[in-house]
């Protein structure tokens, strides 16, 4: 059993780690820039380690100084958390070569899943259904062409190891070349610089769709279990804002579809540990495999509250070696949770608001009903140097009208003094009718627009 490990990661996702090893008798090792010097989790934790300047290059993707840090912690295991090196594989095999256990899916399994044309292939070897495009990487525009010959506009190239949502570029017609070669060198060039690769394959734009997700638990012995779906579709600029589970617009019938599709995906790639396959839903009811996130995602607490079941212990143990002790009969789905994302930004045009917070007020947590996931304090600074997201905040309820009261509840006893938050614009979000019957898309952003003297 893993008895000591090293969290590669900064924030809440840190808090969050440290409490289930704890309740697992495990002990933790922190890592921190120079920017987060005054984090609480570096007393909370066993061991703390300075790794560097505030930019990330300088320290949380520095892959020599975590691997330092691991031996001279003498962890035995590394858990990545999500964003930064959480999906590398080059990361992942370092820590292996220290003879430490990487809390993830194997190295080469991360290798080959960069690739989201393998994951396609993948996918459609096993009959689970994918968006229409390509399965290579496109060659030059004649195929981005044949493309919309075959499948119709609008296309969308997007990059075969990109993610978070850069890279995406949406093709309207493919009459000019010059237009065409522009937009497919564009989409090359943000891969180079961001993701070394400059691969693109293209897939055909699927019309308002609902962005649902499958969140799920391998051993390395062949076991899944799927702890049921995530309603993802608030998004903004392809960044997820507002999550939850179960999703209306998934049946009975539709989940256990979606349960075998994400299985067979994750057998065929012998994958183990916990995971995310994300599905498209489009306007007919017909859903579409996207890609599958090698991690633990921000959003991992929704499934938590509906079905009980720590998906950082079952990372821990699927790591470990241990076999899945649940079967698929034993998960339950129970009540809806909904998660809000609180960034520091301008609630309205959307710019990160960098800055200290002089005083911060959380909501009740104590009943159960509300979780709340943070890293924050009076005084603590918001760098310009990471992600905007300060804080998570989950509630459940009964049924989803009862969670969306709670979350508009939890949302509206938040204090935070200094900076400006999205909490105003999430609380417009709950409060629309297309958000209280279910009946949103992807596009749910670009119809609404919120203005600040509405609130």
Excluded at 143 to 168: M, Q, S, T, V, W
Excluded at 276 to 296: C, P, Q
């Amino acid at each position: 059993m893993i008895k000591r490990i090293l969290i590669a990661n900064r924030g809440e996702i840190v808090n969050r780690i440290i409490r289930t090893c704890r309740k697992m008798g495990i002990e933790t090792v922190v890592v921190y820039s120079d920017a987060d010097a005054g984090q609480h989790y570096i007393d909370e934790a066993d061991f703390s380690y300075n790794i560097g300047k505030s930019a990330p290059s300088k320290s949380y993707l520095n892959i020599d100084v975590l691997i330092d840090v691991l031996r001279e912690s003498k962890a035995d295991a590394v858990h990545p958390g999500y964003g930064f090196l959480s999906e590398s594989a080059d990361f992942a095999k370092a820590v292996a070569a220290e003879g430490a256990v990487w809390i993830g899916p194997a190295p080469e399994v991360l290798e080959a899943i960069e690739s989201k044309c393998h994951c396609r292939k993948i996918a459609s070897d096993n009959c689970v259904p994918i968006t229409p495009g390509t399965i290579k990487p496109v060659t030059d525009i004649n195929d981005i062409a044949d493309e919309a010959h075959r499948n119709g506009l609008p296309l969308l190239l997007k990059l075969d190891k990109g993610g978070g949502g850069k890279g995406i570029h949406k093709i309207e017609d493919v009459d000019s070349i010059e237009k065409l070669s522009a937009d497919l060198e564009s989409v090359k060039a943000i891969g180079r610089m961001a993701f070394a690769s400059d691969d693109v394959y293209v897939e055909k734009a699927v019309s308002n769709p609902r962005h649902i997700e499958v969140q799920f638990i391998a051993d390395r012995y062949g076991n899944v279990i799927c702890l049921g779906e995530r309603e993802c579709s608030i998004q903004r600029r392809f960044q997820k804002i507002i999550e939850e589970s179960p999703s209306v617009a998934v049946s009975l019938h539709e989940r256990k579809k979606l349960y075998q599709y994400t299985a067979a995906v994750v057998r065929a790639m012998g994958y183990s540990n916990a995971g995310t396959v994300e599905f498209l839903l489009d306007e007919t009811g017909s859903f579409y495999f996207m890609e599958i996130n090698a991690r633990l995602q921000v959003e991992h607490p929704v499934s938590e509250m509906v079905t009980g079941i720590d998906i950082v212990a079952g990372q821990i143990k699927a790591a470990s070696g241990e076999k899945l002790s649940m079967k698929q009969e034993d998960v339950t789905i129970e009540g809806h949770a909904i998660e809000c994302r609180i960034y520091a930004e301008d609630p309205y045009t959307f710019v990160p608001c960098p800055g200290k917070i002089e005083h911060v007020v959380f909501p009740d947590s104590d009943n159960g009903n509300v979780r709340i996931e943070h890293a924050v304090y009076d005084g603590y600074k918001v760098s310009p140097f990471y992600d905007p997201m300060i804080a998570k905040v989950i509630t459940k309820g009964r049924d989803r009208a009862e969670c969306i009261e709670r979350m508009k509840e939890a949302l509206s006893g938040f204090v935070i003094e200094g900076i400006k938050t999205s909490i105003p614009f999430e609380l417009k979000i709950i409060d629309n009718p297309l958000f209280k019957d279910g009946t949103f898309t992807t596009a749910f952003l670009d119809k609404i627009t919120f203005q600040e003297d509405n609130v």
